[in-house]
């Protein structure tokens, strides 16, 4: 009965701006992470992950500022959810040391299409950020969110994005797909 009065209490009255960004900071903190780092572990990215999707699926009524700011965070762990996952082979997941046909050929395709959906993922979450900065400076301003944030992110999925298409490219034209 309690968690039912905490969750009409989350849903009746409608959040503004500035108490979203508390709570953002609050479940940060709890994961090591701030507003432009994600937290260090896929545990950690996990648990902020779902704190912050369940945070805005109780806020159905939010501003359009906190929204945007929402969804950066959201898809920037996603990316680099994706990220992560994308080296789960550590230098297999890569031509840079070499590689095997018969053994790297499916490890390094797989990975660079995880590390190419994450630069994917990266760049809505760009998207999501330049529409907050667009629409509302002021308040990007007041987090630190900055044009040149943008600019950073977009050089940095790039690179995901262009090493994830070499390294298919490379294996592709080494190896014969059933070798």
């Known amino acids: 009965m309690l968690a039912l009065v905490a969750l009409y209490g989350c849903t009746s009255s409608p959040?503004?701006?500035e108490q979203g960004v508390k709570k953002i900071n609050k479940l940060d903190k709890?994961?090591?992470?701030d507003i432009k780092t994600p937290p260090n572990s896929t545990e950690n990215i996990n648990g902020l992950l779902g704190q912050l999707?369940?945070?805005?699926?109780l806020n159905e009524n939010i501003p359009?500022?906190?929204?945007?700011?929402l969804d950066f965070k959201i898809k920037t762990l996603e990316a680099e959810k994706l990220h992560i996952e994308g080296w789960q082979w550590g230098?297999?997941?890569?031509?840079?040391?070499g590689f095997g046909c018969r053994k790297g050929y499916a490890r390094i395709i797989n990975s660079s299409k995880i590390r190419n959906a994450s630069a994917?993922?990266?760049?809505?979450?760009?998207?999501?950020?330049?529409?907050?900065?667009?629409?509302?400076?002021?308040?990007?301003?007041?987090?630190?969110?900055?044009q040149k944030d943008i600019l950073f992110l977009n050089a940095?999925?790039?690179q995901i994005e262009n090493k994830?298409?070499?390294?298919?490219?490379?294996?592709?034209s080494a190896c014969k797909k059933d070798e």
């Open 15 to 17: 959040i503004t701006f």
């Open 30 to 33: 709890q994961y090591d992470a």
């Open 53 to 57: 999707v369940g945070f805005k699926a």
């Open 64 to 69: 359009q500022s906190l929204e945007y700011l």
């Open 91 to 97: 230098k297999g997941s890569t031509t840079d040391y």
């Open 120 to 146: 994917q993922k990266g760049y809505e979450a760009i998207n999501s950020l330049q529409m907050l900065i667009d629409e509302f400076p002021d308040k990007t301003k007041s987090l630190n969110l900055l």
């Open 156 to 158: 940095a999925y790039f």
């Open 164 to 172: 994830a298409a070499k390294d298919a490219r490379l294996i592709t």
